[in-house]
């Protein structure tokens, strides 16, 4: 009997252990992770930081599905407040709405020194069914990168506070003068996927404006192209009139007009 019952606390102790050990590697293994990761985002940070000193704004969309309901405007106004808290705006802005034939919009606005914040509420009503809900976020900074970067993680959380499955993107564009060469557009693009250690994935030139889509390990997100990972876009547009060529650099993608 008291065999046995040795036998049974030296087999717990050993179980104990293994358990002990296990967790060990695990926790070691997360502070690994984490580590790796702060590593990679401060080279993003670092390595999009050597061409934002050309560029004059910084801009972080952010698009998601809420779902099929009946939102009443006090509650959207609710809701866009309570967003807005969690971005750190606690008063100064305006709300204002629009409403049209299939769609109804809230939108709250924060005009401030460094950013323009503003978070829309947007149903769409398809025949007879219950609106589709929206929600939009958009920040326009002349922040410097590696504090507008910490705001494009905010906002990527905060859709996964209020469980939706958003889409966040951001970028930066800056100008050069005249309608650069071919050549010249490619020593551009090579040169930021060079400091991004970046591959590229796929590029296509239409209508005069060349788009090139990459993908690094130094960022987390990321879309699917053709079954190819994505995280990085850089278009080039000539302006005519301004005698210009317009670089934008998004990640994961460009998300404005081009």
């Not at 992770?33 to 050309?54: D, I």
């Not at 209020?162 to 993107?169: A, L, N, T, W």
């Not at 564009?173 to 020593?187: A, I, S, T």
Request: with cysteine; aromatic share 8%.
């Amino acid at each position: 009997m008291k065999k046995g019952l040795g036998a049974f606390f030296v087999t717990r102790k050993i179980k104990i252990s293994f358990l002990v050990l296990v967790w060990s590697i695990v926790m070691i293994q997360i502070c690994v992770n984490m580590h790796e990761k702060s590593r990679r985002q401060k080279e993003t940070v670092t390595a999009f930081s050597e061409v934002e000193e050309q560029a004059d704004q910084i801009s972080i969309h952010g698009y998601g599905y809420f779902g099929t309901m009946e939102i009443s405007e006090e509650m959207g106004e609710k809701m866009l407040v309570n967003l807005s808290q969690k971005l750190g705006i606690t008063d100064g802005y305006t709300m204002q709405g629009a409403t049209g034939e299939d769609f109804r919009q809230k939108v709250l606005i924060k005009e401030g020194r460094y950013a323009t914040t503003t978070l829309q509420l947007l149903s769409m009503t398809v025949e007879e069914e219950k609106p589709e809900q929206y929600i939009l976020m958009e920040i326009k900074t002349k922040e410097k990168m590696k504090d507008a970067y910490p705001v494009y993680q905010k906002m990527q959380r905060i859709y996964e506070e209020i469980g939706i499955d958003g889409q966040v993107s951001m970028e930066t564009v800056m100008e050069r003068e005249g309608d650069l060469k071919e050549h010249v557009r490619e020593q551009i693009t090579n040169d930021l996927f060079e400091r991004l250690d970046a591959v590229e994935v796929d590029a296509i030139m239409e209508n005069g404006i060349c788009t090139v889509y990459g993908y690094t390990k130094k960022e987390p997100s990321y879309l699917m192209l053709n079954g190819e990972k994505v995280n990085i876009q850089v278009t080039l547009s000539y302006d005519e009139n301004a005698d210009k060529t317009y670089v934008k650099i998004g990640i994961p993608i460009v998300n404005s007009v081009y």
